[in-house]
């Protein structure tokens, strides 16, 4: 039986999040891209075509979203409950971050629409948009936590 176009996307878009999310908890918290990117490849060969391929990237994207957001809360929380390793909490350095984060996904989202130009109005341009977020999620990822980061050279 053939599903109906709709249907049939919104099946296989939930087949390649469930796909990509279920990468180990341990892969989600730690920032453990290489596991992600296998799973992604898992999905991109067993989805080939575009729409599939869009998918399998949208679900690689969520699991950075959510490595990001996780790395976000502990530097938040770090800066507000310092260790006795770090120095106090400093609110203007808070507000820094949070300043840099709204500009960051406002930067994100600008940018991944331009890239994703190069295929505009082709079934394509939802694969580079999606591709893009994750690119630029992971290194948003490893700015907030290299060592030069504000929080870390205190």
């Known amino acids: 039986m053939r599903l109906g176009g709709e249907l049939e996307m919104r099946l296989l878009e939930a087949a390649a999040l469930t796909l990509i999310a279920s990468a180990p908890a341990s892969a989600q918290s730690t920032g453990n891209f290489p596991a992600i990117e296998a ?61 840099s984060e709204r500009a960051w996904l406002g930067y994100r989202t600008a940018e991944c629409s331009y890239r994703s130009a190069v295929a505009i109005g082709a079934p394509l341009e939802g694969f580079e948009y999606q591709q893009c977020l994750y690119a630029l999620t992971k290194e948003r990822v490893k700015v907030l936590g290299s060592p030069e980061a504000p929080q870390n050279a205190r």
């Open 39 to 99: 799973r992604l490849r898992q999905c991109s060969a067993a989805h080939p075509d575009i729409p599939g391929s869009a998918s399998c990237e949208q679900g690689a994207f969520v699991a950075a979203d959510s490595i990001l957001n996780t790395v976000y809360r502990d530097v938040m929380a770090s800066l507000r409950h310092p260790g006795s390793t770090h120095a106090p909490s400093d609110p203007a350095v808070i507000r820094r971050l949070v300043l």
